[in-house]
Every structure is written in C-alpha cells, then in structure tokens.
C-alpha cells in the first residue's frame, strides 16, 4: 500500500506533467536544466512576480548569456540593467557570485544546498531550489505558496510567521527522492494556479483528495497582524548647471539601495526635516528653492516622503557626477529616485528639457 506522501507527490507530479507553467528560465520536459539560468530567475522572482521577471532575465541572458560574461560585468552595467526590480542589494550579490564560482569554484555551480547557501545572495530557500531544480537534490523548497499549501494539507491553525518551522518539517515529509526538481516546480505552480490565496480553486486541486484543511481552506494559513509600516522623510537637493545639467552622486555600497545614483539628498529618519538641519547636508552652496509637494514611496519595511529643493551651482568644485538630462537614463537610479527625478522636471518652471525614458528592458 502506497503511503500518503507518496501519493500526493504521484498526484502533484502527473498534475504538473499535463499543466506546468512555461518560463523562460525553464527547461523544455526532457531538455538539461541550465544551474545558470536556474540560479538567476531564482535571485530575480525573490519577493518579484513572474511576469514582472520574464522580460529582465531575457535581457540579462541575451546580454550575458553565461556566469562567465556576468562575472566580467562591471558593477554598473549590472545594476543600471536591474533597475524596475528593486531590492538592489539582490544585484551586487549576483554580480559578486558569479565572480566567486569563476574564480573558486571554476565556473561550475555547487550542487548541495550548503555549498549553495555559502554564496553572496543565497539564503536557505534559494540554495533549496537550485540544489533541487538544477541538480534534482531531493532538497524542500519552501516559500510562500509551499507554506500556504501545508497549512492547507495539515490544516495548520498556529499562524505564520510563528509556523513556519513546522511547516518547513511537515513539507519535508511530502518531498520526494525523485523528480525533486520537477515537484518543487509543481508546488509553486499549485500555489500560483490552483491553491491561491483568495478564492482557492479546490475543485481543480490534483492533492484535494488528502487536504484536510479544505474545509476551510480560505482561512488558512493565519497570519499575525503586522505592524503598521512608519514613514520615514528625507529631503532631495536638484543642483543645477548653467548648462542644464543635474548633479548626481552614488550612494555607499552597502546598505539600502546600495551603489545605486541619486540626487543628493539628507539621511532619511523617522521626522520631517526643517530647512537648517537639511541645509546641512547640501552637495555645495545655492541659492535653495522648494519645489511644489512631496516625493512618497513604500518600501517593504516603511514609507519614505522626500521634499524638494533646487538650486543652480554657484561653485565648480562640487563632488559628483553633472549629468545631461537626456542621459539619465544611463545611470542606474531606483524607482524613489527616479520619481524624484520626474518631481524635478514637472514642477520646475525654468526646465524645459525632456522629460527622460526610465524603461523596463524589452
């Protein structure tokens, strides 16, 4: 008698067989997997949708279409291709990866989940999929919609984030040691097809048969109320030259939106900032003029509200890079940034130039 485990996997797996998902980064059924382009959309779709990820990794793999040509990337070139994703600190740890399996590992990818999980960028969920997906390691991926179909299967009532323990030791029961590749792929498809988190298609489900949460299976998983996001405020400086170029600067390497380019700006904190504190913090002397409203965005962990100043450069000796308008979009901004950018050339009476292109890659 075959045991439940073994029956779910046999169910997922002839589901996934008749109904997977067709990406980019995946292999055709009986084609070699690629660790490569594995590794990559998995950095990518961390905390990014599919659609959103499908038009980057085509254009990072048609411009460096092996670990070898990203290693010899600069810096720069990576992050100005991964602007539009976010969560920038995902790009310098690629970059720095690929550099180290070249140069430690001779260009080939480890194939455990701890050899994985020593690298820059790869955490325990990462290092699982790649182990599974790339080398068929009978490794358990957990992510979300894995976490959300336990709690369904087992009908978990402790909520999340404080299961999610027991939810990675239930799920390694269901995982199994052939195909792993394959079935970790179909549980995310499940989730993202059929065991969604509104609305779950239980009628379509291929597992149905052994979810004993079910029932209920819209209230699950439960979550702990988070807190509410606090907003933070910081205050942008738009130095102009005579020649109508703008004043740019990089921000340090480590840290939130690390190596990335922005308009000089004060640190961001959990208050407004008035005018003599701010002025503090100006990239040289000008005669300083607030703009007309305020730049917000959301990050995961907070809001930010960033006020506007302008002010034509009155000293040649100021540090940074002065940029042409028309060559923004060269520079590797984040989305804040660029919102900021487009405050600047919208609400200034004396700009007149084009507003630049910030695209995503085609």
Not at 60 to 84: K, M
Request: proline share 9%; with cysteine; glycine share 8%.
């Amino acid at each position: 008698m075959p045991s439940a485990d073994k029956i779910h996997s046999r169910s997922l797996l002839e589901w996934y067989d008749r109904n997977r998902r067709r990406f980019s980064w995946r292999a055709a059924p009986g084609r070699k997997t690629d660790p490569y382009r594995v590794w990559l959309s998995e950095i990518m779709l961390q905390q990014t949708t599919t659609a959103t990820v499908e038009p980057y990794f085509r254009a990072f793999t048609q411009r460096w279409p092996s670990l070898e040509a990203l290693a010899s990337a600069s810096l720069d070139e990576v992050l100005h291709a991964w602007q539009g994703l976010g969560y920038y600190a995902r790009a310098r740890n690629l970059h720095r990866c690929a550099q180290i399996i070249c140069s430690r590992h001779r260009g080939r990818f480890p194939d455990t989940e701890t050899a994985l999980n020593a690298l820059p960028g790869i955490g325990p969920y990462t290092a699982a999929a790649i182990a599974a997906i790339a080398f068929d390691r009978p490794s358990t991926v957990v992510d979300g919609n894995v976490e959300r179909i336990v709690s369904r299967l087992f009908d978990v009532d402790d909520p999340l984030p404080e299961s999610k323990s027991r939810l990675r030791r239930l799920a390694a029961t269901l995982t199994p040691g052939e195909r792993a590749g394959d079935y970790a792929q179909a549980m995310m498809d499940l989730g993202a097809t059929v065991c969604l988190a509104k609305k779950p298609r239980c009628g379509e489900c291929p597992v149905g048969h052994a979810c004993t949460g079910r029932p209920r299976a819209d209230q699950l998983p439960r979550r702990t109320p988070r807190p509410a996001r606090p907003t933070r405020y910081g205050l942008a400086f738009a130095m102009l030259r005579t020649d109508g170029a703008i004043l740019l600067r990089r921000r340090p390497d480590r840290g939130l939106l690390g190596g990335l380019m922005e308009l000089p700006s004060t640190p961001w904190r959990e208050r407004p900032w008035p005018w003599p504190s701010a002025q503090r913090h100006a990239p040289g002397e000008a005669d300083w003029q607030p703009l007309t409203g305020t730049v917000g965005h959301s990050f995961t962990h907070f809001h930010l509200r960033i006020d506007v100043v302008v002010g034509h450069a009155s000293d040649g000796k100021i540090e940074g890079v002065w940029c042409p308008p028309g060559q923004l979009s060269r520079h590797a901004l984040s989305t804040a940034m660029k919102k900021v950018v487009r405050h600047v050339f919208y609400h200034h009476p004396n700009i007149k130039f084009t507003l630049p292109q910030f695209g995503v890659p085609s």
